[in-house]
C-alpha cells in the first residue's frame, strides 16, 4: 500500500484560529514532508521530519509546527491562521536514504476567512 | 540558490503529437530529478525520474534528459493522448532530503 492520507481534505478556518492538518503513511517511511501550493505556484517545502527530527524551512520557521508522535503520522499545526495561508497543503513521504521516491497524499485544501 | 525554473507553463498539443517540458535548476550538487503529473483532484504521483550519473532515462512512452552542464533537465512524452493531460512538475533534490519543485506546466491534448 502506498498510499499518503491525509485529513480533513478540506479546511474552513477564521483568520486568527488554530488550524491542525493530519497525515498518514503505513510504509513505514523514514521522513514525511509538508508542502504549501498556492495555484500557479511550484509546491513549497515548508518542513520535514527525518525520522524524530524536524526540520523547518527558514522563511516558515515561525509560522508552521508540526508533531510525529509515531512513524506513520504527522501533524501540520497553525497556531493563528491568517488569509495568506489559504492554500492546498500537500503530505508527502519517502523512505529516505537513495529511496527518494516522494509519495503524496491527496492535499488538504485550506480556506482561511 | 535552489530555485528550479519550469517552462511553458501551459502546452497545448495534438493528439499523437509531443510534447516537451523544460526545467533549469541552480545547484550544481542537485542529483535527483523527479518528474510528477498531477491529474484534477488527484494527488502528483511519480511518472519517471532520472539520477545526475545518467543523461537519457526512457520508460513507455516517456524520455527524460539531463544536461547537467547546463542544469537543465526535461520531460518528453512522445505520441500524446488526451489521458495525458495533467499538470506536471518537474523537481530537484538539492541536498540531503530537501527537493525543490518547478511551478508546473499545465498539459492539454487535444483530440
Known amino acids: 500500500d502506498t498510499t499518503v492520507k491525509q485529513n480533513p481534505r478540506y479546511k474552513l478556518a477564521r483568520v486568527g484560529k488554530p488550524v491542525n492538518l493530519i497525515c498518514s503513511q503505513t510504509?513505514?517511511?523514514?521522513?514525511m514532508y509538508w508542502y504549501q501550493k498556492k495555484p500557479n505556484q511550484a509546491p513549497k517545502l515548508l518542513l520535514f521530519y527525518y525520522d524524530k527530527i524536524l526540520n523547518r524551512e527558514a522563511d516558515t520557521f515561525e509560522k508552521f509546527q508540526s508533531s510525529r508522535p509515531n512513524n506513520s503520522f504527522c501533524s501540520l499545526y497553525i497556531g493563528s491562521a491568517g488569509l495568506e495561508y489559504s492554500a492546498m497543503y500537500l503530505c508527502a513521504s519517502s523512505r529516505g536514504g537513495n529511496q527518494d521516491t516522494q509519495y503524496f497524499g491527496p492535499g488538504t485544501r485550506l480556506l482561511v476567512l | 540558490g535552489e530555485q528550479v525554473e519550469q517552462l511553458p507553463s501551459i502546452l497545448r498539443v495534438q493528439e499523437g503529437s509531443s510534447a516537451s517540458i523544460n526545467c533549469t535548476y541552480e545547484?550544481?550538487?542537485?542529483?535527483?530529478f523527479p518528474w510528477y503529473k498531477q491529474e484534477p483532484g488527484e494527488n502528483p504521483k511519480l511518472i519517471i525520474d532520472i539520477r545526475s550519473n545518467m543523461e537519457r532515462k526512457q520508460t513507455q512512452g516517456l524520455i527524460v534528459l539531463l544536461d547537467k552542464k547546463a542544469k537543465r533537465f526535461s520531460l518528453h512524452i512522445t505520441d500524446t493522448q488526451p489521458g495525458d493531460s495533467a499538470m506536471y512538475f518537474c523537481?530537484?533534490?538539492?541536498?540531503?532530503?530537501?527537493?525543490?519543485f518547478g511551478s508546473g506546466t499545465r498539459l492539454l491534448v487535444s483530440p
Open positions: 523537481a530537484a533534490r538539492t541536498g540531503g532530503y530537501k527537493v525543490v
Open positions: 510504509m513505514n517511511h523514514d521522513t
Open positions: 545547484n550544481s550538487a542537485s542529483n535527483y
